[in-house]
Every structure is written in structure tokens, then in C-alpha cells.
């Protein structure tokens, strides 16, 4: 098992930055890709980012087109989403989660990994 807990979201004017970090505890952090995901309201869930377990390889959705920056700290257990030039679009709740390797489809993280933390709400204002 993995436990994930996020930092708090906020509320931030579009065209702000935030960045979110996400703790990982359970089993050995570096073993496990680490992606994040966003949720609007009735919407569905959809992927933003995920970094691989060996820390090499990153995606992106393609709506991020450069503005948010996924990294992440083993020594800390933790994983990192900054993210900049925020939209009011922006706006939804952001989840971090876990698994053996990044499931992608055309570069865009599938929100089908087996471990979520709570997740966090993000509201970007106009």
C-alpha cells in the first residue's frame, strides 16, 4: 500500500502560480511513477502529468502546453506539480497518485492508477 496526502490548494488569480507537492509514505517512493490528475466540476478525471519511477521521463497533457512543471524529491518521499500562468479553466480538484509506471495514451496520464491520495481543490479566479 501507498499513502498520498497533498498540500492545500488554494485560490489564485488567473495568471498566478502555485505549486503542489504531494507525500508519499507506505513502500520505497522511487519504486513508483508518480502522476497528477484534476477533476472540474462535472467532469471527468483527467491527467495533467506523471513522472516515471526512475525519474526520466516526464508527461504532459497536452493542455499544459508548457505551463506546469511536475518534479520530484526521493530523499523527501515527495512529488511536486507547479504550475504557472494559471486559467480560470484551471479550476478543479487535484489528485496525485501512484503506480508501477505511467499509463499513458498519446502522452496523456490515464487516471486509472491504483493508489490516490484525497486530493486538493485548486480555484483559479478571472
Known amino acids: 500500500q501507498v499513502q498520498l496526502v497533498e498540500s492545500r490548494g488554494g485560490l489564485v488569480q488567473a495568471g498566478g502560480s502555485l505549486r503542489l507537492s504531494c507525500a508519499a509514505s507506505?513502500?520505497?517512493?522511487?519504486?513508483?511513477?508518480m502522476g497528477w490528475f484534476r477533476q472540474a466540476p462535472g467532469k471527468e478525471r483527467e491527467g495533467v502529468s506523471c513522472i516515471s519511477g526512475d525519474r526520466r521521463t516526464k508527461y504532459y497533457a497536452d493542455f499544459i502546453k508548457g505551463r506546469f512543471t511536475i518534479s520530484s524529491d526521493n530523499a523527501k518521499n515527495t512529488v511536486y506539480l507547479q504550475m504557472n500562468s494559471l486559467r480560470p479553466e484551471d479550476t478543479a480538484v487535484y489528485y496525485c497518485?501512484?503506480?508501477?509506471?505511467?499509463?499513458?495514451?498519446?502522452?496523456?496520464?490515464?487516471?486509472?492508477?491504483?493508489?490516490w491520495g484525497k486530493g486538493t481543490l485548486v480555484t483559479v479566479s478571472s
Open positions: 507506505g513502500r520505497t517512493f522511487s519504486n513508483y511513477a
Open positions: 497518485a501512484a503506480d508501477e509506471y505511467c499509463r499513458t495514451t498519446g502522452g496523456t496520464p490515464l487516471p486509472v492508477m491504483p493508489y
